[in-house]
């Protein structure tokens, strides 16, 4: 059978952070689909946003056009960390820097942000932030990101998928206009079985008992409890296994994915 080519754009969970230490490959959800005959790229850094990943695509595809078969968005909804235009400066102006450590994290490159993103433990206090966290404004910002992430990663691949990890639920209203926002700008390219995020399903539905069982088994403990997540909150090899034997693999072959 054939190769075919497989980009992961992620987070700190598709990094596979985990208690400051990373878990590497072949323990990674990603790393499974080498058995459906993919080679696997992973894009990811540790406390992104949805803006950062679609800048630092963007001009990964300027730089460096590809094309693969499939991409998979391990993204970010409406959370609790937001960027902030703040300039991150850097001597070699070469914009490789911006994209080059999401996959290749050596530590003699320069890396490169056009912002950062706001520690939400740290501007709690801070007005702009009560005042945009949470709000229409960001729910607007954060789902139109989104889209033109998937429409710019459509350009540069056969199928492309997108699901969440995110754990915020908000107030209903506010709730109900991110789930409809997220639906109506990325519906298309969501896993079904996910949404509206991994962390918020399994409390939300009861129309496929087994499923949602299995991202309770997942989720539901807190991490100081649990023996799929460390106490960072991030998944360790248990999870990330169970992460994709029981909810990312049956659902992208539901999806014809795989």
Same mark, same amino acid.
């Given at each position: 059978?054939?190769?075919?080519?497989?980009?992961?754009? /992620? #987070?700190?969970?598709?990094?596979?952070?985990?208690?400051?230490?990373?878990? =590497?490959?072949?323990?990674?959800?990603?790393?499974?689909?080498?058995?459906?005959?993919?080679?696997?790229?992973?894009?990811?850094?540790? /406390?992104?946003?949805?803006?950062?990943?679609?800048?630092?695509?963007?001009?990964?595809?300027?730089?460096?056009?590809?094309?693969?078969?499939?991409?998979?968005?391990? /993204?970010?909804?409406?959370?609790?960390?937001?960027?902030?235009? #703040?300039? !991150?400066?850097?001597?070699?102006?070469?914009?490789?820097? !911006?994209? =080059?450590?999401? !996959?290749?994290?050596?530590?003699?490159?320069?890396?490169?942000f056009n912002f950062t993103n706001e520690n939400h433990e740290i501007s709690l206090t801070t007005k702009w932030y009560k005042e945009y966290q949470g709000s229409h404004l960001h729910l607007v910002n954060t789902w139109a990101t989104n889209s033109a992430l998937c429409t710019l990663a459509s350009k540069y691949a056969t199928i492309v998928k997108w699901f969440t990890f995110g754990a915020i639920t908000y107030p209903n209203d506010i709730q109900n206009k991110s789930e409809q926002l997220q639906n109506m700008l990325i519906g298309e390219y969501c896993i079904t079985d996910t949404l509206p995020a991994l962390q918020q399903t399994f409390s939300n539905d009861k129309d496929q008992p087994q499923l949602y069982k299995n991202l309770a088994r997942i989720f539901d403990k807190t991490p100081s409890e649990s023996d799929t997540r460390c106490e960072c909150g991030h998944l360790n090899k248990v999870g990330h296994k169970m992460l994709w034997d029981l909810i990312l693999e049956p659902a992208l072959i539901k999806e014809n994915v795989l």
């Open positions: 059978m054939d190769e075919k080519t497989a980009l992961i754009i /992620g #987070t700190s969970h598709s990094y596979a952070s985990c208690e400051g230490n990373r878990i =590497n490959h072949p323990n990674r959800w990603q790393d499974n689909l080498e058995k459906h005959s993919y080679k696997v790229t992973t894009f990811s850094r540790p /406390g992104c946003t949805a803006e950062h990943q679609l800048d630092a695509f963007y001009h990964y595809m300027l730089d460096s056009p590809s094309y693969w078969d499939l991409i998979i968005i391990e /993204g970010r909804d409406a959370e609790a960390s937001v960027s902030y235009p #703040t300039y !991150i400066p850097t001597k070699n102006q070469d914009t490789k820097n !911006i994209w =080059n450590h999401w !996959i290749h994290d050596e530590g003699d490159r320069i890396k490169k």
